[in-house]
């Protein structure tokens, strides 16, 4: 992966905060607590150590993915610090720092794989996105041509 901030083509995070419940501050503040491939969906599990939970369903209620599956492709990895990725933000963009922040990758390479496929790529899906999700040592990416939706639940504390 290329981290050099003047390379156009290098990976990009970009922040997106779409929710609030997960309470934190750090990365290590959170937990993925689970991975789940159905057939009928594909839901990402985070918790803060408040007990609020957030599930992150990717369940295409409009139709619109174009493969038989749910997402276009994802991955889990561990050990975050070993991974080099510029981040870029907005400066018009506030970034709430007492919360969970999730991104957007732009110029993605894991979208570059899907380019060689010629049924299912971003220039006939264009609005195909790499999502990332990420704690202190661990990552979710998705590839997938909707976003997902967030379901919170709040926790006892």
Request: hydrophobic share 30%.
């Amino acid at each position: 992966m290329t981290n050099n901030n003047n390379d156009e083509s290098g990976e990009k995070l970009i922040p997106w905060q779409p929710t609030t419940v997960l309470k934190g501050e750090r990365g290590f503040d959170y937990t993925i607590e689970e991975v789940l491939r159905h057939n009928d969906y594909f839901k990402i599990t985070i918790k803060d150590l408040h007990g609020n939970a957030l599930d992150i369903l990717y369940d295409d209620p409009d139709n619109i993915c174009p493969l038989e599956y749910y997402v276009w492709g994802f991955m889990y990895h561990t050990e975050l610090g070993s991974l080099s990725r510029s981040f870029e933000q907005d400066e018009n963009q506030t970034i709430n720092k007492d919360t969970i922040c999730l991104y957007k990758v732009e110029h993605s390479d894991f979208i570059k794989e899907f380019n060689h496929n010629p049924v299912a790529n971003k220039e006939l899906y264009p609005t195909l996105e790499h999502h990332l999700f990420m704690t202190g040592d661990e990552m979710v990416e998705v590839l997938s041509n909707y976003e997902p939706r967030f379901v919170e639940r709040k926790g006892e504390d």
